[in-house]
């Protein structure tokens, strides 16, 4: 991946973020939870 690349794709991601937080859609308490659900996971089978 190059430099460019990473920082549109960081840039996207900020801006997803934002988004859903002003318009309050809750997106990204879901997917909070559905990490720490995969940091479980993942440390289950370590």
């Given at each position: 991946?190059?430099?460019r690349i990473a920082l549109w794709l960081a840039a996207v991601i900020t801006a997803a973020i934002c988004l859903d937080l002003?318009?309050?859609l809750?997106?990204?308490p879901f997917l909070m939870r559905r990490f720490v659900k995969l940091i479980d996971w993942l440390q289950?089978?370590?």
């Open positions: 991946m190059t430099n002003a318009l309050d809750g997106g990204v289950f089978w370590r």
